[in-house]
Structure formats: C-alpha cells, structure tokens
C-alpha cells in the first residue's frame, strides 16, 4: 500500500538540541496527523492539522500543514530524555474509497542523549 | 489510549494454528480498525469498520478475517497463522472519519 515518505528513518541528539522531522506524499491530504509510540505502547496522538496552511504548537512541539497538502514537519524544541520514542506522520485522504483512512509514514526513531 | 483495550497483549503461537486478538473500547465511538506493524514500515490497515453492520478490507487484508460484535468490539482472527503473520497488532477507533484515531497499546504476535 501507499506509504508516506516521512525522515530522517532516525535520529541520535544531545539534551537540548532542537529536532526537526518531515512527511511528503505525492498526493493530497485533507487531514495530517502526528503520534509518538513508546515502547511497549500503542501510538499517541501529539498534534492534528486540518488546514493548509496550519500550524499549530503543543507544548514544545510545533507542526505545520504544508500549504500544498502534500507535506508536513514536527519540530521539538529543547529536547529532553523523555521525548525517545518513535514518531509517525499519518495523512487522511479527502473522501472517496479511502474516506476516513489513513496513510502512515515509516517513522523516525529519536534518541536523546543527555 | 486507555480506553482502547487489546488482548491478549503477547502471544506466541505455531504455525497452522487458529488465533483470535480482541478489541474493546469505551470511547463510544463508531469507527473501529486493526493495524499491523513491522519494523520500518508503519502501520498498515488490515480491516477497518464503520459500524457493526460495516466491514471493509484495508491495504493487507489477505490470511485475515474481522468480526464486529457490538459498538465496542471488534477482534481479528489468523484463520492458519503463518510465521510471515509475526508482528505487532494494534486496533484503533475514531469518533467519526473527520476526527484523529486512538489506539490500544497492541499484541506482539509471533509465529513459530
């Protein structure tokens, strides 16, 4: 099936540092969503996007809804050791077959060193 | 997500052999999906469904089948479990098409 091409695949920084990740797709998308899955857990919904355009902040996580509906970034600021983990981008096509469905991208690893 | 129960959480199984994984929530939600994960691939959609009279196949949907018993459970059957089936399952539910999906915190599934 269809995968977002989300990256960098991981990601190995220093306590502190900033980091930034990013999806594209080919297609649009009406909806895009970012998780963070630790281990042993299910995904968790950190931010959703419903416009282009959009961005939106969540505590020191900050995403935005590219204004061509095909891509997306995360960054976190100051990163602390708890923010290890993986994180999957996920877009929702606009109606038809696909309605209500989601594509997930590959997933970046973080690993915070403190 | 809390409110989205998986069981069993781990299970390890032989190769033929009929396995059930089972889904629950409180969410009162009507949209109800099962994933699987392998490493370096995300997630991918197996079954998904819209309401107890709704089934539908999703990207990998083959050696599968899906039951929706009631609002709030749907469980996912491994007719004759194949070790290629080894993987992480996770079930999900949203309020409506429009709204972000929650998800349980999986079954690790193997396969000898």
């Known amino acids: 099936g269809q995968q977002l091409n989300q990256s960098p695949q991981s990601m190995f920084i220093q306590e502190g540092e900033d980091v930034s990740m990013n999806c594209t797709s080919s297609?649009?998308?009406?909806?895009w969503l970012w998780y963070k899955q630790d281990p042993g857990e299910g995904p968790v919904l950190l931010i959703a996007?419903?416009?282009?355009?959009e961005l939106t902040s969540n505590g020191r996580l900050t995403a935005q809804f590219g204004i061509t509906r095909k891509d997306s970034f995360l960054n976190i600021s100051a990163s602390i050791p708890s923010d290890v983990g993986i994180y999957f981008c996920a877009g929702q096509k606009p109606g038809g077959t696909s309605y209500g469905k989601l594509t997930f991208g590959q997933g970046t690893i973080l690993t915070v060193h403190p | 997500d809390a409110d989205v129960t998986q069981t069993p959480r781990n299970r390890i199984t032989k190769t033929g052999k009929r396995i059930m994984l089972e889904c629950s929530q409180t969410?009162?939600?009507?949209?109800m999906y099962w994933y699987r994960q392998d490493p370096g691939l995300g997630l991918q959609l197996i079954y998904y469904s819209f309401d107890v009279k709704d089934i539908n196949k999703g990207e990998i949907s083959d050696g599968y089948s899906v039951s929706r018993q009631a609002q709030a459970k749907f469980s996912l059957s491994l007719e004759s479990a194949i070790p290629n089936q080894t993987a992480l399952y996770f079930c999900a539910t949203s309020a409506d098409s429009n709204q972000p999906q929650h998800f349980g915190d999986g079954t690790r599934l193997s396969i000898l």
């Open positions: 297609s649009i998308f009406n909806t």
């Open positions: 969410k009162g939600h009507d949209r």
């Open positions: 996007l419903y416009k282009a355009g």
